[in-house]
């Protein structure tokens, strides 16, 4: 801040507003006693606008860093050069939280059961058939992890060793066989050379794949040859009584495949839902192997499928219709 000096050894004019109208009288110029108090009102106006500069500062160094209300502050200045504050505001200030990350896994493990939309199938149907539905279709597009993989009716399994367990009770005679064995010759087909392929079937007894001892059974690549002999092996099939799928269950546990595949039309006539539950449950010390579970065409055991599903791992698909096409398709 600057001292004046004597009034009277300032020669420093003051400049008079000048109001552009026509009927303003002239003025006068300013006497000494004029520029002498015209000196007073500026000193002490600039005294009183650099204190509450001061006065700003040192509310805005106080309050820095804290939660506070917002300060707003409105500066006036008039002909007079004088500084007033005019208002003094309050308002509040709202801190928004932190956004979290909104993450979305796009692999799934482990899911529950899922259930696909039940394919329909009418009487007048044609002799080909399909089991897809729109969310089967937009699975298929999808991509199959490291692209090895197997499909069965529309349910998916990751994977290069799987075992197909079958239904080949008495129920299952006629067009439900022919349509189970061409939905089993197309998963095969589907699969690459290096992967591998078993099959059970099921009924008051459990048969292996070309009538083998299961001490003799194996894994089969999907050649042409394997695949035409496992159709052959289809045809020659007699369908038993019962609905017994444990036994069956249980080798197939046996190979350790990455996945199951199981297919029937009927009500289980065993303990195969207590079987797995003692040696493939999620609790137990050995890996879980997913079963997935296909109901085809039938009122009856659609609820112990949709169990069996649920508790390993698997995807349960029913079948709904009663019209398949009636011969195998050539590869």
């Keep these: ?148 993989g197997a499909k069965f009716f529309g349910a998916y399994a990751e994977g290069n060793q799987f075992i197909y367990v079958l239904d080949s009770s008495r129920s299952m005679k006629g067009e439900r066989w022919t349509y ?23 009924d008051l007894g459990t048969t292996f794949l070309f009538n083998q001892e299961p001490k003799r059974a194996k894994y089969y690549k999907p050649t042409d040859e394997n695949i035409r002999r496992v159709k052959n092996w289809l045809r020659s099939r007699t369908l038993g009584a019962a609905t017994m799928p444990a036994e069956g269950l249980h080798y197939a546990l046996e190979f350790n495949p990455d996945a199951i595949f199981m297919l029937s039309d009927g009500e289980l006539q065993d303990n195969s839902l207590q079987m797995l539950r003692q040696i493939n449950s999620v609790d137990s010390d050995l890996r879980q192997i997913p079963i997935h579970t296909v109901h085809l065409m039938s009122e009856f055991g659609r609820e112990t499928l949709e169990i069996i599903a649920k508790e390993n791992q698997g995807t349960f698909t029913p079948i709904e219709g009663n019209k398949p096409f009636g011969r195998f398709r050539r590869r």
Excluded: W
């Design 1 to 148: 801040m600057s001292i004046l000096e004597p009034p009277e050894q300032i020669e420093a004019p003051v400049v008079a507003p000048v109001v552009a109208l026509a009927s303003a009288p002239q003025l006068e110029s300013p006497s000494g006693n004029d520029r002498r108090t015209g000196n007073a009102i500026a000193f002490f106006a600039s005294m009183v606008f650099h204190i509450a500069m001061l006065l700003v500062l040192a509310l805005v160094a106080f309050t820095s860093g804290k939660d506070s209300k917002g300060i707003l502050i409105n500066a006036e200045v008039g002909e007079s050069i004088e500084t007033t504050l005019e208002e003094l505001q309050t308002f509040d200030i709202s801190v928004n939280e932190p956004l979290e990350p909104n993450i979305e896994s796009d692999t799934e493990f482990k899911m529950d059961l899922q259930v696909e939309t039940p394919i329909n199938l009418g009487v007048g149907e044609k002799m080909m058939l399909t089991s897809a539905t729109v969310d089967q279709v937009i699975e298929n597009l999808k991509p199959m992890g490291n692209g090895r």
């Design 180 to 202: 189970a064995c061409q939905k089993l010759l197309d998963s095969l087909n589907g699969l690459k050379e290096e992967q591998e392929f078993y099959v059970i079937c099921f």
